[in-house]
């Protein structure tokens, strides 16, 4: 089936970008810093997706629960410093990107940091081809819930049913959803277990599968 589009909206995480490593190594180096073990990276990445305050509770031993402002505090200030050390741009990103903008509306919408979103994507130079990037602290929710979602499609000026959330969790598919509007799940990132739960409308193995998928509106 092939669904017609006005408007793409992107997760970074997982999605867009491969952040994993760095995230995982700030992580634990919040951690060391207050002489708690170092966690398997695996691990690590299944905490992703809701935010940093969550993955760093995720990441925190329940008896250490209270560490969590610090932690946090922590964790921000490395991860600033190396947001884009190993971080890249998914195999056939920026060549779809490219191709397709001007065709589509093009927007991200993340649970992680606004700022830190549009760093990365301008240090990766992804940034010109989105009219908003917006992140987890640029409403009072995050992902699952779809008011951010709900506020890029009104700025765009098109129907929720001419939208599609792209992303690589179960997130991504409850907003999208309770936004009204059609649901990609992408198989390659990090959170794609989830979907056995929330199933998207339609996932992909690729980036670029995305554009085989869908049609501009008429």
């Not at 408007?7 to 207050?34: H, I, Q, W, Y």
């Not at 001007?102 to 549009?118: D, P």
Request: aromatic letters at 10%.
């Amino acid at each position: 089936m092939e669904y017609a589009a006005r408007l793409l909206v992107f997760d970074l995480d997982g999605t867009l970008v491969d952040s994993k490593v760095d995230l995982a190594n700030a992580v634990n180096v919040a951690l060391e810093s207050f002489d708690l073990p170092p966690l398997p990276h695996p691990m690590i990445y299944s905490y992703v997706g809701d935010g940093a305050t969550v993955l760093i509770r995720r990441a925190l031993p329940s008896e250490k629960a209270d560490l969590l402002p610090e932690v946090l505090d922590r964790f921000l200030a490395y991860y600033r410093r190396h947001l884009l050390d190993t971080t890249r741009a998914y195999p056939g990103v920026v060549g779809a990107l490219r191709k397709w903008t001007g065709i589509y509306r093009m927007a991200v919408l993340t649970n992680k940091g606004a700022a830190m979103s549009r760093e990365i994507l301008a240090g990766l130079s992804l940034d010109g081809y989105f009219f908003d990037v917006l992140g987890g602290d640029s409403f009072g929710t995050k992902k699952p819930d779809p008011e951010g979602l709900l506020h890029i499609v009104r700025e765009a000026g098109v129907e929720a049913e001419e939208t599609i959330m792209v992303g690589d969790s179960r997130n991504d598919v409850q907003a999208g959803r309770a936004a009204g509007a059609v649901t990609c799940g992408v198989t390659y990132g990090l959170g794609a277990s989830g979907f056995a739960g929330h199933p998207p409308d339609f996932t992909v193995d690729t980036f670029p599968d995305l554009f085989r998928r869908i049609r501009p509106a008429e």
